[in-house]
């Protein structure tokens, strides 16, 4: 089972929206509605921040919001913040029996 | 509130093993799954394994398979992941992690929705 595709970096100014892809297959992304996406400061454990494609856990600004088409899921972050700048990961349940498969990573840097 | 303590830091030759706990509390032990992520230096999330502290079954992902054994204790909420077997490539952070829904409310990928994590133990192997 492969780690899921995202891209390396993106960045963008306060204020401004940007959109992480994560690109699976039929057996992961594409099979389930069970796509999630996870912060993480350096240094700091990962934390929730959708979860099921496009559900945010309490505590989650809604600047955040998940979709998903066909076997890509997307995390756009509207109105870019400073505290928004961290690494970004999706995860998706897949058929395999590795069962729980986490992306590349991407860096948000807030220009 | 939950929380998910774990232990310190180790550091092991290669070849041996090394067992990581997480302490629970703040919730009911046996009502959720317990998850176990590990991350390389400057690398991503890896999913090693889930276990079900109610009854002690496992799941492993296939990589892992043969090294690694998670185990629990419900007297002191404590949940345990051995790997043996090391090698330098077994070097990260090791965290313990909680879904938001209990066992009994999830099915398949929803009892992967990992909302609580632990502060992450480092392992490094080296000789």
């Known amino acids: 089972q492969s780690a899921l595709t995202q891209p390396a970096s993106v960045s963008g100014s306060p204020g401004q929206s940007i959109t992480i892809s994560c690109t699976g297959t039929s057996s992961d992304v594409g099979g389930y509605n069970y796509v999630s996406w996870y912060q993480q400061h350096p240094g700091k454990a990962p934390k929730l921040m959708i979860y099921?494609?496009?559900n945010r856990p309490s505590g989650v600004p809604d600047r955040f919001s998940g979709s998903k088409s066909g076997n890509t899921a997307s995390l756009t972050i509207s109105g870019l913040q400073a505290e928004d700048e961290a690494d970004y990961y999706c995860s998706s349940y897949t058929s395999s029996s590795t069962l729980y498969v986490f992306g590349t990573g991407t860096k948000v840097t807030v220009l | 509130q939950v929380q998910l303590v774990q232990s310190g830091a180790e550091v092991k030759k290669p070849g041996a093993s090394v067992k990581v706990s997480c302490k629970a509390s703040g919730y009911t032990f046996t009502s959720y799954y317990m998850h176990w992520v590990r991350q390389a230096p400057g690398q991503g999330l890896e999913w090693m394994g889930i276990i079900n502290p109610s009854g002690g079954s496992t799941s492993y992902a296939q990589k892992f398979q043969g090294r690694v054994t998670m185990t629990r204790d419900t007297s002191t909420s404590t949940v345990y992941m051995e790997l043996s077997s090391l090698r330098s490539e077994d070097t990260a952070v090791y965290y313990c992690?909680?879904?938001?829904?209990?066992?009994?409310?999830?099915?398949?990928?929803?009892?992967?929705?990992?909302?609580?994590w632990g502060q992450g133990t480092l392992v490094t192997v080296s000789s």
């Open positions: 099921e494609v496009s």
């Open positions: 992690a909680r879904p938001m829904s209990p066992g009994s409310y999830c099915s398949g990928g929803s009892c992967f929705n990992l909302d609580y």
